[in-house]
């Protein structure tokens, strides 16, 4: 079959099928490849690989292709797929376990803005409980593209401010203990 | 009525108006909305993506909340909604959440604003509400993703083509058109990882409404609104067209509507400009 354009010999290995499977109930065996998935995709045409393609190559066990494809993290989380797959295989689901499992082994440069969009959204909802959206942005901003990136939000940014959108000071709760016990009982079980 | 809120992140910074618009029209309709004490973050885009159980952990605390009141709870942003649906089946289910130990009695529903006022509301006492007809108003309804996918959480009748804001648009008066791009995708937070991307799919949208004879969007979702909104400038640049679509949250228009006299203060806070077109239509 073709990975991201390159023809290769596979031969099938069922072990990453099966870590697949395990960790997110999803029955991958049973895709009989019938397209619905790509066909309802908003974004493959940014993807390298389409999604039926995608869970074909989870079958094959080509786990590298798979952790490192552009695919997982240009997926929309749009849920599509996973409305419409008829053996019930919530893909959706499948690409938040493979960029879970892709983030321990290092996202390729090009995609990296959204795992560092994610953990600015987590950074800000750990400090306060609540997500505070300038500290997300600014925090993402910074992250991604440094001061530049900063530069490129500020217009945005001045535009809202203007018009009452930006929130300057983050709530204060009580809850926030809560939410920061559940991160670190989170990052516990990572490190397990 | 009284019911339980759950307002979410959006609605306190970006989106202040959908949640003045809906507490507004809520006060009016006599639904009285206690807001769930000390709501954290449901996890949103985010937490499901970095960890399923840090994901579940966060939306199921304030479901966890809703249930010890015992009422339906009020969802307004679809991403919320979905996250606390899928924390509410983990609950259902008994399945262990970190953090949480608690036995969940689960006597409630959680429900998406659209279908809350559809549901909540008769045609009767809407109508008997309305001071000023939406007449003229050419719109088309926009839900996106997470209100109705997938429809085996969010328990959607309808996922390609729900109608809950179709219905009390009409009701209100609006001219709603018929289009096929109203659970399509906006980009959701690929607007600032992959900007291209999304540009593309908020420009397709903007493109379909207009074919589809409609001069504004309604919508229901913080994300979805803001994508819309707040992008046409970018948009207008980078095609060389003039993009200028007003991006209406179906509670503004229920204030409008109604005669709400804090509507004009709401409808300011829009990037796109929303009030050519209501004058125009002689509704401002
Ligand atoms: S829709 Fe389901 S069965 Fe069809 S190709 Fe996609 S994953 Fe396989
Ligand atoms: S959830 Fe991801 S893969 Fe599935 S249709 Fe949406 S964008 Fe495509």
């Given at each position: 079959?073709?990975?991201?354009?390159?023809?290769?010999?596979?031969?099938?290995?069922?072990?990453?099928r099966?870590?697949?499977?395990?960790?997110?109930?999803e029955?991958?065996?049973?895709?009989?490849?019938?397209?619905?998935?790509t066909?309802?995709?908003?974004?493959?045409?940014?993807?390298?690989?389409?999604?039926?393609?995608?869970?074909?190559?989870?079958?094959?066990?080509?786990?590298?292709?798979?952790?490192?494809?552009?695919?997982?993290?240009?997926?929309?989380?749009?849920?599509?797929?996973?409305?419409?797959?008829?053996?019930?295989?919530?893909?959706?689901?499948?690409?938040?376990?493979?960029?879970?499992?892709?983030?321990?082994q290092?996202?390729?440069d090009?995609?990296?803005?959204?795992?560092?969009?994610?953990?600015?959204?987590?950074?800000?909802?750990?400090?306060?409980?609540?997500?505070h959206?300038?500290?997300m942005?600014?925090?993402?901003?910074l992250k991604?593209?440094?001061?530049?990136g900063?530069?490129k939000?500020?217009?945005?940014?001045?535009?809202?401010m203007?018009?009452?959108?930006?929130?300057?000071?983050?709530?204060r709760?009580?809850?926030?203990?809560?939410?920061?016990?559940?991160?670190r009982?989170?990052?516990?079980?990572?490190?397990? | 009525?009284?019911i339980?809120?759950?307002?979410?992140?959006?609605?306190?910074?970006?989106?202040?108006?959908?949640k003045?618009?809906?507490?507004?029209?809520?006060?009016?309709?006599g639904?009285?909305?206690?807001?769930?004490?000390?709501?954290?973050c449901?996890?949103?885009?985010?937490?499901?993506?970095?960890s399923?159980?840090l994901?579940?952990?966060?939306?199921?605390?304030?479901?966890?909340?809703?249930?010890?009141?015992?009422?339906?709870?009020?969802?307004?942003?679809?991403?919320?909604?979905?996250?606390?649906?899928?924390?509410?089946?983990?609950?259902?289910?008994?399945?262990?959440?970190e953090?949480?130990?608690?036995k969940?009695q689960?006597?409630?529903?959680?429900?998406?604003?659209?279908t809350?006022?559809?549901?909540?509301?008769?045609?009767?006492?809407?109508?008997a509400?309305?001071?000023?007809?939406?007449?003229?108003?050419?719109?088309?309804?926009?839900?996106?993703?997470?209100?109705?996918?997938?429809?085996?959480?969010t328990?959607?009748?309808?996922?390609?083509?729900?109608?809950?804001m179709?219905?009390?648009?009409?009701i209100?008066?609006?001219?709603?058109?018929n289009?096929?791009?109203k659970?399509?995708?906006?980009?959701?937070?690929?607007i600032?990882?992959?900007?291209e991307?999304?540009?593309?799919?908020?420009?397709?949208?903007?493109?379909?409404a207009?074919?589809?004879?409609?001069?504004?969007?309604?919508?229901?979702?913080?994300?979805?609104?803001?994508?819309?909104?707040?992008?046409?400038?970018?948009?207008?640049?980078?095609?060389?067209?003039k993009y200028?679509?007003?991006?209406?949250?179906?509670t503004?228009?229920?204030?409008l509507a109604?005669?709400?006299?804090?509507?004009?203060?709401?409808?300011?806070?829009?990037?796109?400009?929303?009030?050519?077109?209501?004058k125009?239509k002689?509704?401002?």
């Amino acid at each position: 079959m073709q990975v991201g354009g390159l023809a290769q010999t596979v031969a099938p290995n069922s072990i990453f099928r099966k870590q697949v499977e395990a960790l997110s109930g999803e029955t991958i065996s049973a895709c009989f490849q019938c397209e619905k998935c790509t066909n309802g995709c908003p974004v493959t045409i940014a993807m390298d690989i389409a999604p039926h393609k995608l869970i074909r190559s989870i079958h094959l066990g080509l786990k590298d292709e798979v952790l490192q494809s552009d695919t997982i993290w240009v997926c929309a989380s749009c849920e599509t797929c996973t409305t419409r797959c008829p053996n019930d295989i919530d893909i959706a689901h499948v690409m938040d376990i493979l960029r879970q499992l892709s983030r321990s082994q290092g996202v390729k440069d090009s995609q990296k803005n959204v795992p560092l969009f994610h953990s600015a959204f987590l950074t800000s909802v750990r400090w306060y409980g609540r997500l505070h959206e300038m500290t997300m942005a600014v925090i993402f901003a910074l992250k991604s593209e440094g001061m530049t990136g900063l530069a490129k939000q500020a217009n945005m940014g001045v535009e809202m401010m203007r018009k009452g959108k930006i929130k300057l000071f983050p709530s204060r709760l009580l809850a926030g203990r809560q939410v920061k016990a559940m991160f670190r009982q989170s990052e516990r079980r990572q490190k397990t | 009525m009284k019911i339980s809120y759950y307002p979410g992140c959006s609605l306190d910074g970006t989106a202040r108006e959908y949640k003045e618009s809906l507490e507004s029209v809520a006060k009016i309709l006599g639904i009285e909305l206690e807001e769930l004490h000390d709501w954290t973050c449901c996890g949103a885009s985010s937490g499901h993506v970095t960890s399923d159980k840090l994901g579940v952990a966060l939306a199921a605390r304030n479901v966890v909340i809703a249930d010890k009141i015992g009422k339906d709870l009020l969802v307004p942003c679809a991403a919320c909604f979905l996250r606390l649906k899928t924390a509410e089946k983990e609950l259902k289910a008994g399945n262990q959440i970190e953090g949480i130990s608690y036995k969940y009695q689960g006597g409630f529903n959680i429900k998406h604003s659209t279908t809350f006022f559809r549901e909540a509301i008769s045609e009767k006492v809407l109508t008997a509400r309305v001071k000023k007809p939406l007449y003229g108003l050419n719109a088309v309804c926009y839900y996106g993703c997470l209100v109705t996918r997938p429809p085996k959480i969010t328990g959607a009748k309808n996922p390609e083509d729900p109608q809950d804001m179709d219905e009390l648009m009409t009701i209100l008066g609006a001219s709603v058109k018929n289009w096929s791009y109203k659970t399509d995708c906006c980009g959701g937070n690929l607007i600032l990882t992959h900007p291209e991307i999304a540009r593309n799919l908020i420009k397709k949208l903007l493109d379909m409404a207009e074919e589809a004879g409609a001069d504004c969007i309604i919508v229901g979702c913080p994300m979805c609104q803001s994508n819309l909104d707040t992008r046409q400038k970018e948009i207008s640049r980078d095609n060389g067209g003039k993009y200028s679509i007003p991006i209406f949250y179906f509670t503004e228009l229920m204030g409008l509507a109604f005669g709400e006299p804090s509507t004009g203060k709401w409808l300011n806070r829009h990037l796109t400009d929303t009030k050519a077109l209501l004058k125009q239509k002689g509704l401002l």
